[in-house]
């Protein structure tokens, strides 16, 4: 069975400052790997993905997150964040469906 | 991606009552879900709703309580019947094309039940 572990629930950083938000994934068939942003009062877009290739993989937004298939990781990164980037943020790993973390606030702060 | 409208964006029901959550598409899918977002959680999935057949539930969803139409590959509808408080959550619909890998989502229906 798969599962996602989002291990921050709130993070907090001041503008232009890099953050990183982590999640670790259990899988037992190929891995998925999903990142999806989520305004205030909006659906879900989704961030990037990882589906095969390289590990370092880049999305919208400044965005990138690296899978790490021996520590079962895929985390989200940005160097320098802005004010917009307030949002929720979920991982998610898809097999057979698609598996939500629980989330991580992300809160930026001039 | 995909453009996707979900009908209508928020609703105040009272208990007891069903409400009927309209998802389109701009072109054809192959799969259109429908999920739940309980306050302050994740997304939990409900149902894969399938064209020209019965949807196929999650564990801990029913069709009685959440019947799910698709009579085409760009409109679905979830209802939420015989509502309770516990049922105010936003409901998302979203879609994935052909052999993608990928679910784009629509922006949500938010419900609140009295």
């Known amino acids: 069975a798969q599962s996602v572990t989002q291990l921050d629930s709130q993070v907090p950083v001041f503008e232009e400052a890099p953050v990183e938000l982590r999640c670790n994934y259990s899988?037992?068939?190929?891995?998925?790997l999903f990142w999806y942003v989520q305004y205030p009062n909006q659906g879900l877009q989704l961030l990037l993905k990882?589906?095969?290739?390289?590990?370092l993989v880049k999305g919208i937004n400044g965005f990138e997150a690296e899978f790490n298939k021996s520590q079962t990781s895929f985390h989200l990164r940005k160097p320098s964040v802005h004010i917009s980037d307030t949002a929720e943020y979920f991982c998610?790993?898809?097999?057979?469906?698609?598996?939500f973390g629980q989330g991580t606030e992300l809160s930026v702060k001039p | 991606s995909a453009v996707i409208s979900q009908k209508p964006s928020r609703d105040i029901c009272q208990r007891g009552t069903s409400l009927t959550i309209q998802c389109q598409v701009d072109?054809?899918?192959?799969?259109m879900f429908w999920y739940r977002q309980q306050p302050g959680q994740s997304l939990t999935l409900i149902a894969t709703?399938?064209?020209?057949?019965?949807?196929?539930?999650e564990s801990g969803f029913v069709i009685d309580k959440f019947p799910i139409s698709r009579p085409n590959l760009t409109f679905s509808t979830l209802t939420v019947s015989n509502m309770s408080p516990e049922d105010s959550s936003i409901y998302l619909c979203?879609?994935?094309?052909?052999?993608?890998?990928?679910?784009?989502f629509g922006p949500g229906t938010r419900l609140t039940v009295t």
């Open positions: 979203s879609v994935a094309r052909g052999q993608s890998y990928e679910q784009y």
């Open positions: 899988s037992s068939v190929s891995v998925y």
């Open positions: 990882y589906l095969s290739g390289s590990t």
């Open positions: 998610a790993v898809l097999g057979g469906k698609l598996i």
């Open positions: 072109s054809q899918v192959t799969m």
């Open positions: 709703a399938n064209q020209g057949s019965e949807a196929t539930y």
